[in-house]
């Protein structure tokens, strides 16, 4: 029993440590969401060039999503038109180039973290576009759009298909703090909570667990951490491997990560460890349904390998210029509350999320959150047997002429803002 205390004490102290920053990160992308529309995505990816490439990326970080919802997100742009190196790219920018990881691994591991990810996330991207340029096939791609537009199922169909953004051709502000600004926020706000929670929760325990019953002797010898080259070169290599077996995604991989780099992982290690969240086991199995194994495998293996060259360039680099921090120095959170700067915070932010809550739920939030799984978005130009009509799938429109509560019209897929509210 007293194992098990110590095991939730530590991920209690990391939760405690990341709440309000998960909340800032979180209202950050909603209000992004709330005046980007998905729809118009696709329609500026498509092709690979480095320009589209980097728009590719923006748009990505911009539409911040959990790991299942990215990569649904990737196969819906791909058939609607988007280049398939364009939208690996935004897949890539949606779960690793989003503020909230940012601030997560600025409050956990130190600010260096948050810049070596920012950092290798675009050396990532480029690394993968040349392996596509190079090794990706005609037939190889025209088989995985095939197999793309029989619209199996993976997970998050519905969430990455939702588009709750502001119609209008006003000014940001008007848009965003009008009444429906407002629930477009909040509707985004709790759809991208519900996505990530079950991988967070996840990832907090099993990095409490690991780091309660695990052994530092272990992790130092895994590692090679007694030897400085052998670990340099080791952990990109084998930072990833642990993360597919880890069953962990996106955000919740950081408290992982923490363990890790207190265990003796590389700096590069860490930062290939956490890229690797878009080949979990679970999504690997996603990418062979969305488009067939020979494709799977592909993209296993370049991933794979963008994600150790990222690793070793960021090590090379930070540590040139002296920026890698000193892993003696690194501390898993076991402290409890305390009348600090992070308990204020966290009072606040809790404070915006229940205010975002209960508008979320005053507004038909909840008929929403029923189809987080929802089913793939038809293929361009068919209609779904509902009889609805549609853009790419499915609408949920807000249009009751007045703030507070909305009419809801449901369909597959996308989700757009009517103009009343």
Not at 120 to 126: D, L, N, T, Y
Not at 188 to 207: H, N, S
Not at 219 to 234: V, Y
């Amino acid at each position: 029993m007293h194992a098990i205390g110590h095991a939730l004490a530590i991920t209690g102290s990391m939760t405690w440590q990341i709440t309000w920053a998960l909340i800032l990160g979180f209202a950050l992308s909603a209000v992004v969401q709330a005046v980007v529309r998905k729809s118009t995505v696709a329609r500026v990816l498509g092709d690979d060039r480095p320009r589209t490439l980097a728009i590719a990326s923006a748009l990505g970080a911009a539409s911040s999503s959990c790991s299942y919802a990215a990569v649904a997100l990737a196969r819906s742009l791909f058939r609607k038109g988007a280049n398939f190196t364009a939208a690996m790219a935004f897949e890539i920018a949606s779960t690793n180039l989003v503020v909230e990881l940012g601030v997560i691994l600025a409050l956990l591991m130190g600010w260096q973290f948050t810049l070596a990810e920012f950092t290798g996330g675009p050396i990532m991207i480029v690394v993968l576009a040349v392996l596509f340029r190079l090794l990706l096939r005609d037939r190889l791609l025209r088989d995985a759009r095939t197999q793309a537009e029989r619209g199996v199922a993976g997970s998050m169909e519905g969430h990455a298909a939702m588009d709750m953004s502001v119609g209008g051709d006003g000014p940001f502000t008007r848009r965003l703090f009008s009444g429906k600004g407002l629930t477009s926020v909040s509707h985004v706000f709790v759809m991208e909570w519900a996505a990530i929670l079950r991988d967070l929760v996840g990832g907090l325990l099993i990095a409490g667990a690991i780091a309660a019953w695990v052994p530092d002797s272990f992790w130092r010898g895994f590692f090679f951490a007694g030897h400085p080259l052998a670990a340099k070169l080791w952990g990109p290599l084998i930072g990833p491997l642990v993360a597919v077996v880890s069953f962990v995604c996106s955000i919740g991989n950081v408290p992982l990560a923490v363990v890790l780099w207190k265990g003796g992982i590389s700096f590069g290690g860490v930062v290939a460890f956490i890229f690797a969240d878009l080949l979990i086991a679970p999504i690997l199995s996603i990418y062979r349904k969305y488009y067939g194994l020979r494709m799977a495998a592909f993209l296993a293996a370049t991933f794979y390998v963008a994600m150790v060259l990222a690793g070793y360039v960021v090590e090379l680099v930070f540590g040139g210029l002296g920026l890698i921090p000193s892993q003696a120095e690194a501390k898993i959170p076991e402290g409890g509350v305390s009348w600090d700067y992070t308990t204020f915070l966290n009072i606040a932010f809790l404070l915006l999320a229940a205010v975002l809550v209960v508008r979320f739920l005053r507004t038909g939030g909840m008929m929403m959150l029923k189809m987080m799984g929802g089913a793939p978005e038809a293929a361009p130009g068919h209609e779904h047997e509902h009889g609805h009509e549609h853009e790419h799938g499915h609408e949920h429109e807000h249009g009751s002429g007045h703030e507070h509560g909305s009419g809801h019209e449901h369909g597959h897929g996308r989700t757009t803002q009517s103009e009343g509210e």
